[in-house]
């Protein structure tokens, strides 16, 4: 049987897969049910997986799309490159590695599918094996970086940036899966690898976006009984936070990342206090809840390997970073950072087709053990309630864009039935909005390659109008929407789906590197592409006949730049025409 998992964080599912022989309800359910619960604060990259009890992993449960879906540890470049977790290049190792090694799973290393040896230490724009980007931007200034990245998030639009999807480098791997949300490419500027990385990542049914943030986070997941047998299980999360520094990780960015030395202006440190793990040791045979206070190690601040390196004085436990990056809470009487319900293999645990049935049973309430086990009515503590039921999909959904780079997406959620037995079924849990650069109506088979956005459900009131404010995206470019909802036992609605065409920018405020003089002269760090740039900046910008000629310039010279980038004819009539404007430049140009 297949094993399906769901999550209120993100996690696409397939169904609630906690299934009983059919001979008779009292006979051994083929899979145990499991709640993971915890609190993150924001941004964080996660990977929740259970293990069995001889240490062999068993099963993905849930990880964030930027290391599960946009490929964030297996990309072209080198591993600490001062890049940022949006650009396209330097690979993330240092991310999850002790999920990325426990899986024992791996995949080709991925490298730059340009072949100038120069160019393999450089985050230089690799135009002449680039191809259109869907997701990721170029490389940003710290300057930059504190405007567009945690403020608005805009990036260039990719009318003006292009970039270097990789091939696979041979007899290298690497413990992290290649990205799988690319779709089309371009024949000479993207390698045949590049066309399979999808078929090589498995992670679609665990992705799902990085949770909000300061709010408890539900999963559910179902694992074999099979698993079972040889003892207790260890359900697993790791947890990291980029530039999470303090007095005993601390990091320069000049000196720990690796700096492009034609590039040294762009690109932000990430390096801080290495991935921390948090596990639960159960008996998921037995019902009851397990939670733990005090994280179990940590990773190798490299990525070097898997090893759990023990609690020490080195890592924060205050302060959201460190050990804290999970938050100490409590629920239906535990008091926990991680913790897990499990419903038990025994005979007296609830249909979960039928949301009427009453005969669940729930630990007992002891809150002052992490472990309990007696039969009481699951209404009392709140825990175990849960069944499998199909929700009615969102109402009304309209999709608008008035800014190049943000979508509205207004719907309504339809009221929740409630289910007096089990009233966690009439809790709305999350919504998820589901956008995709692409012509194509968005399906079910579609969202692997899709970017989510989580809404929490405190934002939604079911039955009244919601809207949502989606950004992140680009101008002049059609997406694809999907939304759907979750109640808190990870039963999700029908997908609705629309689309949206954003208007163009006006005004690029960050400027891709793919244009006219970049392309003639093969890197925009050559001084006619910088005297160019100046000129523009200082002179054509301050007048309005200028800018006029700067914003025809972003519309219109990218596709002409990509012609000249391949044609050694054309990049020499450019240089032409352009080098005596480019002397000029550097000589009028304010300095």
């Not at 964080?44 to 009890?53: F, R, S």
């Not at 101008?475 to 629309?498: H, I, M, P, W």
Request: aromatic share 10%; net charge negative; with cysteine.
């Amino acid at each position: 049987m297949q094993r399906n998992v769901l999550t209120s964080t993100g996690l696409l599912t397939l169904g609630l897969a906690y299934c009983l022989s059919a001979s008779a309800s009292a006979a051994e359910p083929e899979e145990v049910l499991l709640e993971i619960h915890y609190k993150p604060v924001p941004n964080l990259q996660i990977a929740v997986w259970v293990e069995d009890a001889n240490g062999k992993f068993v099963q993905d449960v849930f990880v964030t799309q930027a290391t599960g879906k946009l490929g964030i540890g297996n990309r072209p470049g080198i591993w600490n490159f001062l890049s940022s977790w949006r650009a396209p290049y330097g690979p993330r190792v240092s991310t999850l590695p002790i999920w990325a090694h426990r899986r024992g799973k791996t995949y080709p290393k991925i490298v730059f599918f340009d072949d100038d040896a120069s160019d393999q230490d450089s985050l230089g724009w690799h135009e002449n094996s680039s191809s259109a980007e869907t997701y990721h931007c170029r490389p940003l200034t710290p300057e930059e970086h504190a405007v567009i990245s945690v403020d608005s998030m805009t990036c260039p639009s990719p009318a003006t940036f292009q970039s270097d999807k990789g091939r696979f480098s041979a007899g290298e791997l690497s413990h992290y899966p290649p990205r799988n949300d690319l779709l089309t490419f371009e024949v000479g500027q993207d390698s045949d690898d590049a066309m399979t990385y999808s078929s090589l990542n498995e992670l679609d049914a665990f992705t799902g976006a990085t949770p909000p943030g300061n709010a408890a986070e539900f999963l559910i997941t179902s694992v074999a009984a099979s698993a079972l047998t040889a003892g207790p299980i260890t359900v697993w999360i790791e947890v990291n936070l980029e530039d999470d520094q303090n007095g005993s990780w601390s990091f320069s960015r000049e000196d720990d990342h690796f700096v492009d030395p034609k590039l040294a202006a762009y690109g932000v440190g990430y390096l801080g206090q290495p991935s921390v793990v948090y596990k639960v040791e159960l008996d998921a045979r037995d019902k009851g809840f397990s939670g733990v206070e005090d994280y179990a190690g940590y990773g190798d601040w490299n990525g070097d390997s898997g090893a759990v390196h023990g609690p020490d004085g080195t890592i924060d436990t205050s302060g959201g970073g460190g050990a804290d990056r999970l938050q100490l809470y409590s629920l239906n009487g535990e008091t926990f950072r991680f913790g897990v319900y499990s419903y038990g293999t025994g005979p007296d645990g609830p249909d979960p087709t039928d949301p009427t049935d009453p005969t669940d049973t729930d630990p007992t309430s002891d809150p002052t053990s992490s472990t309990t086990g007696d039969d009481t009515d699951p209404t009392d503590d709140g825990w175990g309630s849960c069944q499998q039921r199909t929700l009615a999909p969102v109402e009304d959904l309209t999709i608008d864009s008035e800014t190049f780079d943000e979508a509205v997406v207004s719907f309504t959620v339809p009221p929740l039935p409630e289910v007096e037995s089990s009233p966690t079924l009439g809790e709305l849990s999350r919504v998820r909005i589901y956008h995709l650069n692409s012509q194509m109506t968005l399906t079910e088979d579609m969202l692997g390659a899709a970017v989510e956005t989580a809404i929490a459900a405190d934002v939604v009131v079911p039955g009244e109008r919601t809207t949502v404010t989606v950004d992140k995206l680009w101008g002049n470019f059609t997406y694809q929407f999907g939304v759907r909802y979750e109640d808190k036992c990870a039963n999700k609605s029908e997908l609705s789906t629309g689309t949206v065409h954003t208007p163009a920018q006006q005004f690029q405020q960050v400027e891709g590197f793919c244009f006219m003089a970049t392309a003639a002269y093969g890197a925009p760090w050559q001084y006619e592409v910088t005297a160019l740039r100046v000129f523009r900046d200082v002179v054509l910008r301050s007048h309005p006949l200028g800018g006029e000629l700067v914003r025809f310039y972003y519309a219109y010279s990218p596709p002409l730049a990509r012609a000249v980038q391949r044609q050694p004819v054309l990049r020499d009539m450019v240089r032409t025409v352009v080098q005596p404007v480019a002397d000029l430049a550097r000589l009028t140009a304010p300095r």
